[in-house]
């Protein structure tokens, strides 16, 4: 079972994504993590894509898909994934339906995860930092025992400056834009599921599960 979980910043994939991995025994991949361990190991790919990211460019469509590839057609993944993260593109997107095609395998589903712009806002703007120990707080789900503190060693929460209302507006924008095209791609295949991300993290994990199998039910909570 190859599936692919697509969602705005504030959709919870990641948190999602692990429960997906737990709950139908198949690996996560992040495209992120795996970028960041190709750079941090100094592989060929990572040492190529840190060159870019130096310089504030995008790592190019290449690189990322021959990360992802080799990761997707390996033993690891062998008897499917959970893709978060890639493709991202039409380019990606096209080199993984050949590569999967090629060893017999094809996206069995494409979840696309969402909320209302409000409750994504809300997720990303409430977030908080710990700047000595880097714990993750949240004013409305995890709020810190002490307010503005952190629970763990005390040190002073921040906010991330990508985490402001200016920026998590502008990133909702910029993921509108970017996974239109993908949408429409897996809309049109016939694989494409739109999940309700609003409420309880087990009532959600229940809707993706149940796009998968009609048996598994989940209510919406927005």
Do not use: W
């Amino acid at each position: 079972m190859d599936l692919l979980l697509i969602g705005p910043p504030g959709a919870g994939k990641g948190t999602q994504a692990t429960r997906l991995r737990q709950a139908l025994g198949i690996p996560h991949l992040s495209t992120g993590d795996l970028l960041r361990r190709h750079v941090t190991e100094g592989t060929r790919l990572g040492a190529a894509a840190a060159a870019h990211m130096r310089r504030g460019d995008l790592v190019p469509d290449e690189l990322v898909t021959e990360m992802a590839l080799d990761q997707i057609l390996g033993p690891s993944c062998a008897a499917g994934v959970v893709l978060d993260g890639f493709p991202r593109t039409p380019a990606q997107a096209e080199a993984l339906d050949t590569a999967l095609a090629a060893h017999g395998r094809r996206l069995t589903a494409v979840l696309h995860l969402n909320a209302p712009a409000r409750t994504l806002l809300r997720r990303l703007t409430g977030r908080r930092t710990c700047g000595g120990c880097g714990d993750s707080y949240h004013l409305d789900t995890r709020k810190p025992r002490t307010p503005g503190r952190c629970d763990s060693c005390g040190h002073r929460l921040v906010q991330r400056a990508d985490d402001t209302a200016e920026t998590a507006r502008t990133r909702l924008a910029v993921h509108t834009r970017l996974t239109r095209p993908l949408l429409t791609r897996y809309r049109q295949a016939g694989v494409l599921h739109e999940v309700d991300g609003c409420g309880d993290v087990g009532d959600i994990t229940r809707r993706l599960l149940a796009a998968l199998a009609p048996d598994t039910a989940g209510s919406s909570a927005c």
